[in-house]
């Protein structure tokens, strides 16, 4: 008996799952692709053939091309992939990626249906990578279409080179999303206009992360895309002002039960009905956590107006734009309250952008404020361009931002 539980485990005790499923998905991976004149992707089936071999759950399908092609080797194809996924019914996967190959309209619309879950399979998908695949505006649209109404919290579309007007097609269908919490449009040739198309998403949905580097949002984009978080900011933290703890009413019965006289309301806590309230409140909230204990399901992010991670590198915001000292003064200001307010903000890298040393002196007084406050330390990326000694200032009060390795961006 010892010996049957050992060969059950792996090397480092985790037991081995039945790879069955994996050696069907290899075999009806290879024979889509000849039927498609397809190359088979190397890291669909290097990835395959390790899992099986160790016995581990194939969880992140990604699907490339070759570094070198010769003139007669035939190009990958998504077709091939998602045949496979439906004909295995593969319900394992979490994480699908496309990176470097082209994808025509028909192959974005055999996705969205495999990503939709009405009426079909229901495929666990939460992350979705399309790196530099070319997709135009009617795919974006019909891809908008199928998050809606998918299992996705992740989405990244780097390098597709879609402009504003491609991006007018996904907000649109993000209206009310709760499920979908990061979004990455890296060098995607995003203008100033989508500044103000993105601050709305921020603003009205479940999106807290948000990666714009590489794009030409300038100073009156970035303006559009933070003024809405910040003033909501601002204003919740006008609120937390603290309380007066006495009431006007009992400051008059203190100054009677100082001379002596006492009445029945003197003797009762100024913040009694207060207390009350709190109990009630935390009764409630032992009651909801009590409730939601019981159910693993994951809860949909409430939308609102606030971002937890904000990647604004390389945007041309600075002084050379329209707006010229005065626009990067009035983004200075407004990300400045934001760092001062926020407790969400935990990412900000607004590298390779030069703002000139008054903005950075706003960007400083405003993390030292906020460490000040005791609110959670902010990592933060500025660019070094900027004098020394307000860069090291700004290291000092603020956590390193470890940065992905960048992808290559199409040739």
Known sequence: MPEKKDKKKGKKGHKQLDTSILKRFLKTYESHCAESQSLASPTITQALKKSIQNGRRYVKVLLTSPEKLSEDSRPVYLKPLLMTIRDVRYMAGTDLGVWGIPLSNED??????LLELSGRTSYPFSR???????????????????????????????YNEFQDDGIQGLVQCLEANKRLVSLSLCYCNLGPESGAVLGKVLAETAISELYLNGNHLQCSGAVDLITTIAEHCKALATEELPEVPTSLAHQFLEAYDNVG??????????????REDVAKKTTVRRKSKRKGSKKKSKRLVVPGPWVSKLHLADNGIDAMGKEGKIGVLEFSQLLSCLIRCSKQLSELNIDNNCLGEMAANDILEALADRNKAKLPRLKINVTAQIPSDTFKAISTNSGKLKLSKKKKKRK
């Open 108 to 113: 974005v619309a055999s996705l969205a249906i």
């Open 128 to 158: 979705l990578d399309l790196i530099n695949c070319r997709i135009d505006t009617w795919s974006m649209e019909r891809l908008g279409r199928a998050i809606r109404c998918s299992q996705l919290t992740s989405l990244s579309l780097d």
């Open 261 to 274: 006289v006492h009445t029945a309301i003197s003797e009762q806590p100024a913040n009694m009905g207060r």
